[in-house]
């Protein structure tokens, strides 16, 4: 047999590496794209910069013999991965091939998706997987399922130390839903669902009838189960949303965040004083105020659809991207809920993880009662935003623009819990409880043995309201630093993120901390 020449095995390899490019054939390639989703590999290149990405892996092969796989290809094992820059900065990348065997994940596809995380770690930078995947590969058996095991132990790995980015365009059955689960962000597109089994299973086990997407679609996963953070419309749009988020994002947690170099306005802005009512009986959209003390009105809102009665986000105020933490009063008056803890607690702890300064605007008239909540365990989740703020090192910066009552009050990063900066309105009501229940509780006696009970009442709240509703008995405990005009306020938390940049706070040292889970 004579030896090939460089000619030809250059020429094979392109052959070959052409082959795999096509995944799992053009009639495959060209179903997906019918059915309104970009491909694995379109995925990527819509992601990164244009001519950025580096792939590896690209000819792994699976090595299984049972159930018809032996000598079957599967191009790149349904998975590319690699590394890539996005606006600059590295990123890697996987991107399910849902054209090979329905981008289910066997042994060597998940030893791809974890080499490719490991660099993420060795390099410190966010790892962004795009899911499009039916789940462990049946046909692989226990070396599909360990294969995920490893993926799942690498997550954890990265948690904390890069930005991990779930995209789910796809299905995301079984397995295929855990990974997503252990990264901090997830973004859902309207084609895809995400289960841990499916209608069928469901069906067979509890006799329940349910439509997949009425169980995994992106609004049963905003509204109801709370665990995906972002709805994307398309592919296109999912991309775009990941590419923004990471824009607020350090690449690993011994960096800041990037920084906006620019000229920016401080200037008072009247309007912020006429958003808010002062009968804290009404409503307001908190996200009124927010786009007025931000940059440009540019809020990237997170999980916008999950517990809206708190409302969570990055902005930047002067450049600097900071976490928003709010109540939101024009729902259920903004009262912190289990879902609200639990929402608002996570993005918490990722912030303080990856260096964004906090900003909590706090307008909440306390814990929601209810025994669905007590026996929801609204103890242990609101015990989280405790611990979450308390536990948060990065600076935080507090502003209380009306109601802050109780253990509410508290749990929305009061100074107590660590705020650096606390300020309040001259609206602000910082008590144990409203002036109406505190009345009744102090005053019962005198209000029932008046005669005109109604004005007794009325009296007795007035009383109270005037002694502690306000934020000057708060300020003269030093229990908020200053009292600001409502129109100072983004000159004020922008001179503090400037004083604070170089915040530094040592803690005891632990394994870790035991937050109420
Ligand atoms: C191997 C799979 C597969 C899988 C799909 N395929 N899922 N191959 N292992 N898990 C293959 C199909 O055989 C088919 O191959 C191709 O992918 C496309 O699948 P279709 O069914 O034709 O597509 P569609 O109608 O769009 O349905 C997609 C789907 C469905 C909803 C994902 O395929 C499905 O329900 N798959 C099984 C999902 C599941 O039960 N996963 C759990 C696995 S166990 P051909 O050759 O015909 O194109 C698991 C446990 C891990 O994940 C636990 C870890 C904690």
């Not at 948690?159 to 779930?166: F, L």
């Not at 009404?282 to 927010?290: A, H, L, N, Q």
């Amino acid at each position: 047999m004579s030896i090939k020449s460089m000619d030809i095995r250059v020429e094979e390899l392109r052959k070959k590496r052409e082959q795999v490019m096509l995944g799992g054939g053009a009639d495959k390639l060209e179903k997906h794209r019918a059915s309104g989703k970009m491909t694995a590999r379109e995925r990527v290149d819509g992601l990164v910069d244009k001519g950025s990405f580096m792939e590896t892996g690209l000819f792994a092969q699976h090595r299984a013999t049972l159930f018809g796989m032996a000598g079957k290809e599967t191009a790149a094992d349904g998975v590319i991965t690699g590394s890539a820059a996005i606006h600059g900065r590295l990123v890697h990348v996987a991107s399910q091939d849902f054209t090979v065997l329905g981008g289910s994940a066997g042994e060597l596809h998940s030893i791809k998706v974890s080499e490719a995380m490991m660099q993420s770690l060795k390099t410190g930078s966010p790892f962004v997987f795009i899911n499009d995947s039916g789940g462990a590969r049946v046909q692989e058996g226990i070396d599909s399922l360990s294969g995920y095991g490893k993926v799942f132990y690498t997550n954890v790995m990265l948690s904390g130390a890069v930005p991990q980015i779930s995209l789910i365009c796809g299905p995301c059955a079984g397995g295929a839903a855990y990974s997503p689960a252990l990264t901090d962000f997830i973004i859902q597109t309207r084609k895809a669902q995400m289960f841990i089994t499916g209608p069928q299973v469901i069906k067979q086990v509890t006799g329940e009838t349910v439509t997949a997407d009425d169980l995994g679609g992106p609004d049963a996963h905003m509204a109801k189960s709370g665990v995906i953070h972002f709805i994307a419309e398309d592919d296109k749009d999912a991309l775009l949303l990941c590419q923004k988020l990471l824009s607020f994002l350090p690449s690993n947690n011994l960096e800041d965040p990037p920084e906006i170099p620019g000229e920016y306005s401080c200037e008072p802005n009247p309007e912020l004083a006429d958003i808010v009512p002062v009968d804290g009986k009404k409503g307001y959209d908190i996200r009124d105020v927010i786009l007025r003390i931000i940059d440009n009105g540019d809020f990237l809102e997170v999980q916008a659809g999950h517990a809206p009665n708190i409302v969570i986000g990055f902005a930047r105020i002067c450049g600097r991207s900071i976490g928003i933490i709010a109540n939101q009063p024009a729902v259920q008056a903004g009262v912190l809920d289990i879902d609200a803890s639990s929402k608002g607690a996570r993005f918490i702890r990722f912030c303080n993880a990856f260096n964004i300064p906090l900003v909590t605007l706090v307008d909440v008239p306390g814990f929601l009662p209810g025994v669905q909540q007590e026996y929801g365990g609204i103890i242990r989740h609101g015990a989280k935003m405790l611990f979450a703020y308390s536990a948060a090192t990065v600076p935080k910066i507090t502003v209380i623009l009306r109601k802050a009552y109780g253990g509410a009050y508290l749990a929305m990063c009061c100074k107590d819990l660590g705020a650096d900066r606390s300020y309040a309105w001259p609206t602000a009501e910082i008590a144990v409880m409203g002036a109406e229940g505190a009345a009744e509780i102090v005053f019962r006696k005198e209000i029932s043995e008046a005669t005109d009970k109604a004005a007794k009442r009325k009296e007795m709240i007035d009383q109270y309201r005037e002694a502690f509703s306000n934020p000057f008995v708060a300020a003269g405990r030093r229990l908020v630093d200053d009292i600001i005009e409502p129109a100072d306020t983004r000159k004020v938390i922008a001179q503090a993120l400037e004083y604070l940049h170089t915040k530094r706070e040592l803690r005891p040292g632990k394994k870790h901390g035991l937050m109420p889970l």
